[in-house]
């Protein structure tokens, strides 16, 4: 049953990559018995973005960059069940390995292993073709290893990464992402300012918690925030700030946040931003913004 499972889900999938080469966001009904991410349906909404944007991006830069590379830190087990509807969608790495033109080389990092194993498994069964190294580890202390996977950019291979980072929570250390900002990676960092952040503010605050001072790399946020807090500014506002602020030292322009609260209510939950240090991924990202598709169910 669960090989019949898997053979419907690659023939599903494959069957969807030639009938429709520019869709890249797919939802379905197929159980494939591998471990899903239980999804709310805010979680539509930042997949389809991504799969705007990565078409849009892929698509005029492809002949400007002969290497294009796709890095995902946070890259899940390959797909989600939405909790209400029991529809599937499959998850980044796979919105990824179907956009059109492909990316040359993909690089994905999942530290949970039962995630990791589905993640290639879906991989071999929807984009045999596709060019994947999985680490199977924390993207935080494996960033020379990733480096390695890395192209360097040069006039014969230029090498162009668009890099996902998509926590669950502020798991994602500044210094990590500092790590890449001297090779061509653009970052679509997920901010889980309220869904993290906010909910959290009294644990962060005490002194033997690190996860803000590695989210932003400074020790010494607590008094910066103290100031902003008098000021009437909400925890989840200081920490996106910061984070963008933090990305400016290193030349990243910041596209306008995109806010995702919960769905039906204005609760928010978190935000999605750009950041690259070329004007022309931020024209990619307001026509997403504006022209992702809120997709019908393929059934
Ligand atoms: C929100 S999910 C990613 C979802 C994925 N982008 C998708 O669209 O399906 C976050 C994933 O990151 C993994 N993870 C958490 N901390 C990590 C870390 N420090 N390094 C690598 N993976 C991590 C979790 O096991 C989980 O599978």
Known sequence: VRDSRRFLYGLLHLAHVASARSRNVIVDRVD????????????????DILGYYLAEFTRAMASKFPTLVYLDLFAGPGRGRFERSGEFIDGSPLIAARTKP??????????????????????????????????????????DDIRREIPRFSQSSGGLTFCLIDPFDLGIEFATIKAFSDLRVDFLVLIADQMAGGRNVE?????????????????????KWKVQEVEGVAFRE?????????????????????????????????????????RLAMKFWDSALRNAPRQKSFW
Not at 34 to 42: A, E, S, V
Not at 239 to 265: C, E, H, Q
Request: glycine share 4%; hydrophobic share 40%.
């Open 238 to 278: 200081f920490l996106v700030a910061a984070f963008s602020d933090k990305m400016k030292t290193l030349n990243f322009l910041a596209g306008d946040p995109y806010r995702v609260a919960i769905a039906g209510n204005n609760v928010p939950l978190y935000v999605l931003v750009l950041f690259s240090k070329h």
């Open 32 to 47: 494939d018995g591998l471990p899903c991410l239980p999804l709310k349906d805010h979680s539509r909404a930042k997949l």
């Open 203 to 223: 644990n962060y605050l005490r002194d033997d918690n690190e996860t803000v001072s590695r989210f932003l790399d400074d020790s010494d946020w607590r008094p």
């Open 102 to 143: 492909p990316f040359k080389k993909m690089i994905l990092v999942e530290e949970d292993r039962g995630h990791a194993a589905a993640l290639r498994e879906r991989l071999r069964l929807a984009s045999p073709e596709c060019i994947a190294t999985i680490f199977e580890q924390n993207c935080n202390t494996a960033v």
